[in-house]
């Protein structure tokens, strides 16, 4: 079938749900519908909206924020050989982004190591920070993004769940309507995209690929007024880029997410059709139900259509 290729697509394997529920992380995991981990419904589900492949990651309910060291790196290891397994009986259905335990990075990169290479492992899978801290910028995970660079393995992005990781702190984001997600999750990535930037992150990594979600959150939306402070003086780290602001927008792909066709065409006018893949959330609580309408609604040149669809995916995650 030539469906399509869902680079966002969550899952959680039973033996991770066990033994998250053994060390007392119940609460943590929420709510998980049956998809995230029967995979037998979960292909008849896909064949029925043509989608061909999905990239198995955890949820933005991952562990890392609550586990041990020593339990988050049992976690890895058990959702990180689910994953293998999962390719190894359906190798066009499934691949994945590796679960890693971040808050070490001595053990994030014993982690990535392991599973390098081994049947279905395409990318990696981060949060964007942990309580705030933007841990992936710390020089001690310099060698780790060296690593995903030499393996071509594409760094993907997800906010973390959970008050102590709400953007801009509980007191601003807590409560019942959800803005933690709907606003604190796109503001996660705006920030991570433009610490990217202006770290010189991209720069060092010239070859370094990352996949922002959500439509790449707020961050193709005001990009110009973050450009237009580099050019106003503002930005101490303007004299060190090494290319025009704008140029680094290209060095993201972005799924499509954006909900409504008009966000999701401003986005594609803007870093180009090469540079989005179909992303859908499932099956968490933003998720949608049909992945492909959203761009089909668009009425693109085939061309950008057949990219967007498969053709950018299967290049990014080297399929």
Not at 19 to 47: C, F, Q, T
């Amino acid at each position: 079938m030539n469906g399509s290729i869902d680079a966002h697509a969550h899952w959680a394997p039973k033996a991770y749900v066990d033994y998250a529920h053994k060390i007392g992380g119940s609460v943590s995991l929420g709510p998980i519908n049956p998809l995230m981990s029967d995979l037998e419904a979960r292909i008849k589900w896909m064949d029925s909206r043509n989608i061909k492949t999905h990239v198995l990651t955890l949820s933005g309910s991952m562990p890392w924020q609550w586990a041990s060291q020593d339990h988050a790196n049992q976690l890895a290891r058990i959702v990180n050989d689910a994953a293998i397994e999962s390719h190894k009986a359906h190798p066009d259905r499934f691949v994945a982004g590796a679960a890693i335990p971040m808050r070490d990075p001595n053990a994030a990169l014993r982690e990535l190591d392991r599973v390098s290479g081994a049947p279905g492992m395409k990318a990696v899978h981060l949060p964007n920070s942990v309580e705030g801290i933007d841990y992936i910028f710390e020089p001690a995970y310099r060698p780790f993004l060296a690593r995903c660079e030499s393996l071509g393995y594409p760094l993907l992005f997800h906010p973390l769940d959970g008050v102590a990781n709400h953007y801009g702190g509980p007191e601003r984001l807590a409560g019942p309507d959800f803005i933690n997600n709907t606003l604190g999750f796109p503001f996660e990535t705006a920030t991570t995209a433009t610490k990217f930037v202006f770290s010189g992150v991209l720069d060092q990594f010239p070859d370094l690929k990352i996949l922002l979600p959500h439509a790449g959150g707020c961050f193709p939306y005001i990009a110009g007024r973050i450009e237009h402070s580099v050019k106003k003086g503002a930005v101490a780290a303007a004299t060190t880029l090494k290319q025009p602001f704008r140029d680094y927008l290209r060095r993201f792909h972005y799924d499509t997410l954006a909900y409504y066709p008009e966000t999701l065409r401003f986005m594609i006018d803007l870093v180009g059709a090469d540079r989005v893949v179909i992303g859908t959330d499932n099956y968490a609580k933003m998720d949608v139900d049909d992945p492909n309408a959203l761009v089909k609604s668009l009425n693109l040149p085939a061309s950008d259509l057949e990219l967007i669809l498969h053709t950018n995916a299967k290049k990014l995650l080297s399929l």
